[in-house]
Nanobody, 126 residues
C-alpha cells in the first residue's frame, strides 16, 4: 500500500495551492483520510480529515475557513485545497488513511491512521 502526496511547492502569502494524495494497493472508500503537517522544529499536527460516508470535513482551528479537504473515491485520492496561505502554513504535509471509519472526535489523532504518505513540502513566502 502506498500513499503518494504531491502538489507542494513555493507559494506567496495569500496565494493558493492544491495538494493531492493518491492511494494504491488498496482502496480506502470506507476509511477516513486525513492531512497532517510538520513545520521545522515542531511536532506533527493535524490539519484536516474527511469522513468516508458523508464526506464531512474536520479541520484544525488554524486552517478552518481557508483549507478544504475533499476526496474522489473513483480515483482513491484525497485533496487539500489551500487558500489564503500564510507563512506559518510552511511545513511538510503528510496524508494518512485508515481502513475503517472512525468517529469524528477521533479523526484528528495521528495514532488512528494505518498508512502514511511520504510528505510534500509547502513553503509560503511573505
Amino acid at each position: 500500500v502506498q500513499l503518494q502526496a504531491s502538489g507542494g511547492g513555493l507559494v506567496q502569502a495569500g496565494g493558493s495551492l492544491r495538494l493531492s494524495c493518491a492511494a494504491s494497493g488498496r482502496t480506502f472508500n470506507n476509511g477516513n483520510m486525513a492531512w497532517f503537517r510538520q513545520a521545522p522544529g515542531k511536532e506533527r499536527e493535524f490539519v484536516a480529515a474527511i469522513d468516508p460516508w458523508n464526506g464531512a470535513g474536520a479541520y484544525a482551528d488554524s486552517v478552518k475557513g481557508r483549507f478544504t479537504i475533499s476526496r474522489d473515491k473513483s480515483k482513491n485520492t484525497v485533496y487539500l485545497e489551500m487558500k489564503s496561505v500564510r507563512p506559518d502554513d510552511t511545513a511538510v504535509y503528510y496524508c494518512a488513511a485508515r481502513t475503517g471509519r472512525i468517529v469524528t472526535s477521533a479523526m484528528s489523532r495521528a495514532d488512528v491512521y494505518d498508512y502514511w504518505g511520504q510528505g510534500t513540502l509547502v513553503t509560503v513566502s511573505s
